[in-house]
């Protein structure tokens, strides 16, 4: 019988999939591991995004950890308490010292005679893990427009999730770019502090009511408890806020005239802005964006709605596509980000010195968006295909399937597991005639599904459900185990040059 061996896990990111996958791992008997988060503080996204009006668009008891309830004091959190709730979780599972801030990766390399990645950071330290869990997420590089003279701006100019504290709006002409989820929050935060506020919207999104409010004492109560009434709960919560990715055209129907009914009266005294911020698209074609205060916002007197695109930037303002200039003081991107860009800020090589991006091309692609051919011990935390789900019921599954690889590489004596390439492919052919069926998404809009070739390679054609099933169900008969060999061990024992993963450098 192979005696146990502890397994080095690599974490690349500290947000909500990050901290989560450490706390799966603990939790089930692997205490050694590291997450690197390349910022200052651990959250990711909760981190970064610390807009005005910055909060969760789903129910704060939804987007939680299953095994960490709490007492959330508004039904869609705010930025500030979700950050505050990630550092909780850190604290209460020990996992602290297991952290290191500020320590970006840089690249992530198998070595088929070690079977280990040998992980470089920014700063040129490197390192020997066993296995690598990639957990940067899908939403995490801003999307900077290349307009000519942006860099002549002579005012701050900064995208949402890169928000410049030190930059004074109040009272001043700023101009807001963009039309989806961060837009939606960014205009009715910065409204009531601005002279005067430009919104810049090439094309309208579906606006959902939100219903957010305060919880009462007893509300934020019953939220802290465990047991089946959470459970119930939170099951509920996952049903009716996401419901089926699949588009059916019966519920899509329904949904727009519903929405329809929203915006004509919100707009039924401003024709103008309801004629100009009805969608041409269906609901779901790209995400929708959920709000109570957006609508509102845009018919304040000191907002003025544009909805021409932005061809240029001078030192003073923006000129839209007719030509027409507007000065602004300040110029505040939300243009989204670089998701369809799976991993692009870190170089990973697998068996025989394969690139990742290599193979890969213009279309990521992932078993049940974790695990590639080719690549042993590596895992993508939201990877291709993973979106239009509640993101954190999947990074939570994500995390068990991880964690319970690696307890078995544990117990097994250590070795390399990776994806069958026939079941990946299989699964590649399945999940893409799924995508196909899904008029929804063709529908004419522009959304960030799609890569390089047209190729839809961000949303989940299917339910949560099937999510589930599969992650749980699949895991053993999908992946080939290679147990470690004497050779192998040799190879390790070659310390030479690369320090270990125990050892710091």
Same mark, same amino acid.
């Given at each position: 019988?192979?005696?146990?061996?502890?397994?080095?896990?690599?974490?690349?990111?500290?947000?909500?999939?990050?901290?989560? #996958?450490?706390?799966?791992?603990?939790?089930?008997?692997?205490?050694?591991?590291?997450?690197?988060?390349?910022?200052?503080?651990?959250?990711?996204?909760?981190?970064?995004?610390?807009?005005?009006?910055?909060?969760?668009?789903?129910?704060?008891?939804?987007?939680?950890?299953?095994?960490?309830?709490?007492?959330?004091?508004?039904?869609?959190?705010?930025?500030?308490?979700?950050?505050?709730?990630?550092?909780?979780?850190?604290?209460?599972?020990?996992?602290?010292?297991?952290?290191?801030?500020?320590?970006?990766?840089?690249?992530?390399?198998?070595?088929?005679?070690?079977?280990?990645?040998?992980?470089?950071?920014?700063?040129?330290?490197?390192?020997?893990?066993?296995?690598?869990?990639?957990?940067?997420?899908?939403?995490?590089?801003?999307?900077?427009?290349?307009?000519?003279?942006?860099?002549?701006?002579?005012?701050?100019?900064?995208?949402?999730?890169?928000?410049?504290?030190?930059?004074?709006?109040?009272?001043?002409?700023?101009?807001?770019?963009? #039309?989806?989820?961060?837009?939606?929050?960014?205009?009715?935060?910065?409204?009531?502090?601005?002279?005067?506020?430009?919104?810049?919207?090439?094309?309208?999104?579906?606006?959902?009511?939100?219903?957010?409010?305060?919880?009462?004492?007893?509300?934020?109560?019953?939220?802290?408890?465990?047991?089946?009434?959470?459970?119930?709960?939170?099951?509920?919560?996952?049903?009716?806020?996401?419901?089926?990715?699949?588009?059916?055209?019966?519920?899509? #129907?329904?949904?727009?005239?519903?929405?329809?009914?929203?915006?004509?009266?919100?707009?039924?005294?401003?024709?103008?802005?309801?004629?100009?911020?009805?969608?041409?698209?269906?609901?779901?074609?790209?995400?929708?964006?959920?709000?109570?205060?957006?609508?509102? #916002?845009?018919?304040?007197?000191?907002?003025?709605?544009?909805?021409?695109?932005?061809?240029?930037?001078?030192?003073?303002?923006?000129?839209?596509?007719?030509?027409?200039?507007?000065?602004?003081?300040?110029?505040?991107?939300?243009?989204?980000?670089?998701?369809?860009?799976?991993?692009?800020?870190?170089?990973?090589?697998?068996?025989?010195?394969?690139?990742?991006?290599?193979?890969?091309?213009?279309?990521?692609?992932?078993?049940?968006?974790?695990?590639?051919?080719?690549?042993?011990?590596?895992?993508?935390?939201?990877?291709?295909?993973?979106?239009?789900?509640?993101?954190?019921?999947?990074?939570?599954?994500?995390?068990?399937?991880?964690?319970?690889?690696?307890?078995?590489?544990?117990?097994?004596?250590?070795?390399?597991?990776?994806?069958?390439?026939?079941?990946?492919?299989?699964?590649?052919?399945?999940?893409?005639?799924?995508?196909?069926?899904?008029?929804?998404?063709?529908?004419?809009?522009?959304?960030?599904?799609?890569?390089?070739?047209?190729?839809?390679?961000?949303?989940?054609?299917?339910?949560?459900?099937?999510?589930?099933?599969?992650?749980?169900?699949?895991?053993?008969?999908?992946?080939?185990?290679?147990?470690?060999?004497?050779?192998?061990?040799?190879?390790?024992?070659?310390?030479?040059?690369?320090?270990?993963?125990?050892?710091?450098?």
């Amino acid at each position: 019988m192979p005696r146990e061996r502890e397994i080095e896990v690599a974490i690349i990111g500290g947000g909500i999939g990050g901290i989560g #996958a450490a706390v799966h791992l603990a939790r089930r008997g692997t205490r050694t591991f590291t997450v690197f988060e390349k910022s200052e503080g651990a959250g990711g996204t909760w981190w970064d995004n610390r807009y005005p009006g910055a909060q969760c668009d789903i129910p704060s008891a939804l987007y939680s950890y299953s095994f960490k309830p709490h007492a959330w004091t508004r039904t869609h959190a705010n930025q500030a308490e979700i950050q505050a709730y990630i550092e909780e979780t850190i604290d209460e599972y020990r996992i602290r010292d297991n952290i290191r801030l500020g320590a970006g990766v840089r690249s992530a390399e198998w070595s088929d005679d070690r079977k280990q990645y040998l992980v470089t950071l920014d700063d040129g330290e490197r390192r020997w893990f066993d296995v690598v869990v990639s957990a940067v997420g899908m939403l995490n590089v801003p999307k900077i427009p290349d307009w000519p003279g942006i860099d002549l701006f002579e005012g701050p100019l900064f995208h949402s999730a890169r928000w410049d504290p030190t930059a004074d709006l109040d009272g001043k002409r700023v101009a807001v770019i963009g #039309a989806g989820a961060s837009a939606a929050q960014v205009v009715p935060g910065l409204q009531p502090r601005v002279a005067e506020l430009l919104s810049f919207q090439r094309e309208p999104s579906w606006v959902m009511p939100k219903g957010d409010r305060d919880l009462t004492d007893a509300e934020r109560a019953e939220r802290r408890k465990r047991g089946w009434s959470r459970r119930f709960r939170r099951n509920l919560l996952r049903t009716m806020d996401k419901g089926s990715g699949r588009g059916d055209p019966d519920v899509i #129907a329904a949904q727009k005239a519903r929405l329809e009914k929203v915006i004509t009266a919100a707009f039924e005294d401003r024709p103008d802005l309801l004629e100009a911020l009805t969608p041409k698209f269906l609901p779901r074609c790209k995400r929708n964006v959920f709000s109570d205060l957006f609508y509102p #916002a845009l018919k304040q007197d000191n907002v003025r709605l544009i909805t021409r695109s932005v061809e240029r930037v001078t030192a003073k303002g923006v000129v839209d596509a007719t030509g027409e200039e507007h000065e602004v003081d300040a110029v505040v991107l939300t243009t989204g980000f670089r998701a369809a860009e799976f991993l692009s800020t870190l170089k990973v090589t697998g068996r025989g010195g394969q690139d990742l991006h290599a193979q890969w091309g213009d279309d990521p692609q992932a078993f049940l968006g974790m695990t590639v051919p080719n690549f042993p011990n590596l895992y993508l935390l939201y990877g291709p295909n993973t979106h239009g789900t509640v993101v954190s019921f999947v990074l939570e599954r994500q995390a068990e399937f991880m964690a319970r690889d690696v307890r078995k590489l544990r117990r097994s004596g250590g070795g390399s597991l990776e994806i069958r390439p026939e079941v990946d492919a299989w699964f590649q052919r399945v999940l893409q005639e799924a995508i196909e069926k899904v008029e929804t998404w063709k529908s004419g809009c522009n959304n960030f599904y799609l890569s390089a070739s047209g190729r839809n390679v961000v949303q989940w054609p299917w339910t949560h459900r099937r999510y589930y099933l599969w992650a749980r169900l699949a895991r053993r008969f999908v992946s080939l185990h290679r147990p470690l060999t004497p050779e192998v061990d040799a190879a390790r024992g070659d310390t030479s040059v690369i320090p270990t993963a125990m050892e710091v450098a």
